[in-house]
């Protein structure tokens, strides 16, 4: 399956088009005087090398449907999210993958982070960095409260996997995603940089 760079598609309506413009906590106005995201030209890449066939979940989650496996990237390799659908849960689940040892970053902080998303629904890829194999670059009190609740409070360099209740997501959904009204949302992520 061939990821979508939803980053293309939504980049007018979110400031950190993250992952499908994940701004505006969750809501699905937005507005076209955003700003886009950005990396600076020194960025580390994202590892784009599929992770080993044999390598092991280094989370699993139950769902009040479904299932998730996430084996976390690694400076080598992309994580790999595989998704017994329909994957939903009831609240936000948030795990530490691995822990970096950077600073701990605030929740106004402006990050850069490698990420993958994909949709519990389907288990289908809807945005990657990895696959771009560029950090993309926002400012936490403009993404979704889902994301940012992975992402504050941890530390640079952590990888972080989390599930998204639709209310932490987009609770009317996100039609250029491909994200219908009540999907729960799973990301792994890697926090590269901080900024304030």
Not at 19 to 38: P, R, W, Y
Not at 39 to 51: D, H, L, V, W, Y
Not at 115 to 131: A, C
Request: charged share 15%; net charge negative.
């Amino acid at each position: 399956m061939t990821p979508v760079n939803i980053r293309r598609v939504v980049l007018p309506v979110a400031v950190a088009s993250l992952t499908i413009g994940l701004a505006a906590c969750g809501s699905d106005s937005g507005s076209d005087s955003a700003a886009s995201s950005s990396t600076s030209a020194a960025s580390p890449s994202c590892p784009s090398a599929a992770p080993a066939a044999d390598a092991k979940p280094d989370w699993t989650l139950r769902g009040t449907t479904g299932s998730v496996d996430v084996v976390a990237s690694t400076s080598t390799t992309a994580p790999a999210v595989t998704v017994t659908t329909p994957f939903a849960v009831e609240q936000t689940q948030v795990h530490t993958l691995r822990e970096g040892s950077g600073e701990v970053v605030p929740d106004t902080a402006t990050v850069s982070v490698c990420y993958v998303g994909v949709d519990g629904r389907d288990g289908k890829t809807f945005d990657s960095s990895y696959s771009g194999g560029t950090p993309v670059q926002f400012p936490l009190d403009r993404v979704v409260v889902g994301f940012k609740k992975a992402i504050a409070g941890q530390k640079v360099g952590s990888s972080v996997a989390v599930a998204m209740n639709p209310e932490d997501g987009y609770p009317n959904g996100n039609p250029a995603a491909g994200i219908n009204k009540g999907d729960s949302l799973v990301f792994e992520l890697t926090i590269v940089s901080v900024d304030g």
